[in-house]
């Protein structure tokens, strides 16, 4: 399996639709949903994870997991509850964000210094929701060290879990290379999950890398699939060569007229800006043409000097 990661603010659901139309991905996990200590309402969950309203699966038919984030059990148990009303195939649980503010409020990575809390959390989504429905976690290495890497898998393992992604940092890592793919392998050897290895995998090389290093067959892929939307496909050698930019501009164009029907208008030249910013790793037309528009706001200047034609409708 190759499954697209969650990204909080940059890969959201305009962005899964169009790289799910590319191909080569399996499932998607969504942006975190915040918990806290309300049962949020049905509409909380279908504007994060829209997808819900069509039968969990983005337009290219690829199933989406929505994400949870917390440290309350009884309030996690309780949204997952509902959640499940809304038919996804499988939710996961947040125990890797490394966000300063998200950690200071108990929630993501902070979490994986206390497997106790942790097995008590998975536990309790699992008893609340239908058997059908897949619960897994996203775990890092650890929060300021490795220590404990083992007693969190075990701990998502003996609650029930079906399934952990393993980034292979730490939170004091962040997102600096390098990953430790290596370090994945003894939580496969630990615990009899499906367990897949994420972080830094922005190259087919990489890819054949961290399964080797890991011994993990599936990959989750996050920034290495916005730089590059072809990746998935060739890291399952579904292709050679990566997506050409005539190919990749429609898409651009179908993301931006999602973007601009959906998101604030001083926010819309940033979202077509961020993307292309991710995509100059891949393309010397993209680094062209953010080196021309980067100071570029209007949504319908930006529309008409890159696509040379207003935004088109989806």
């Known amino acids: 399996m190759i499954l697209l990661a969650p990204m909080e603010g940059l890969l959201d659901h305009i962005l899964r639709d169009v ?27 279908t504007r994060i994870v829209p997808e819900l ?20 059990v009884t309030c996690l148990a309780e949204n997952a509850a509902r959640l499940a009303e809304l038919k996804p195939e499988g939710i996961d649980l947040n125990f890797g964000c490394p966000a300063k503010c998200v950690n ?28 059908d429905v897949m619960v897994s976690a996203k775990m890092r290495l650890g929060y300021m ?9 075990r701990a998502i393992h003996a609650a029930g879990a079906e399934e952990i992604v393993v980034h292979a940092r730490t939170k004091a890592d962040g997102y600096k290379p390098p990953a430790y793919w290596e370090r994945i392998a003894a939580v496969r050897e630990a615990v009899p999950l499906t367990i897949i290895a994420n972080g830094e995998i922005w190259t087919v090389e990489h890819a054949a890398l961290a399964r ?33 930019w005539a190919e990749l501009l429609p898409l651009m164009q179908v993301f931006f007229a999602q973007v601009r029907a959906t998101v604030a208008a001083r926010h819309q030249g940033g979202r077509l800006k961020q ?8 393309y010397p037309e993209a680094e062209a043409a953010y080196a021309e528009l980067r100071t570029v706001n209007d949504a319908d200047e930006l529309a008409r000097r890159l696509f040379a034609a207003p935004a088109a409708s989806y």
């Open 19 to 45: 790289l799910t139309r590319v191909g080569g991905v399996d499932r998607c996990v969504s942006e975190f949903i915040r918990v806290t200590d309300q049962l949020l309402p049905s509409r909380v969950f």
């Open 53 to 72: 309203k069509n039968g969990g699966r983005t337009a290219a038919g690829v199933p989406v997991h929505p994400q949870l984030l917390g440290s309350d």
């Open 104 to 131: 200071r409020h108990r929630g993501g990575a902070v979490l994986l210094d206390e497997p106790e809390l942790i097995h008590a959390i998975v536990a309790a989504v699992r008893r609340a929701v239908p058997a």
């Open 145 to 153: 060290d490795d220590s404990r890497t083992l007693d969190v898998a």
């Open 212 to 244: 080797e290093r890991s011994g993990c067959e599936h990959l989750m892929l996050g920034r290495g699939m916005v730089a590059d939307p072809g990746l998935a496909l060739r890291v399952a050698g579904a292709r050679a060569t990566p997506v050409p």
């Open 275 to 282: 993307w292309l910013h991710y995509l100059k790793r891949a």
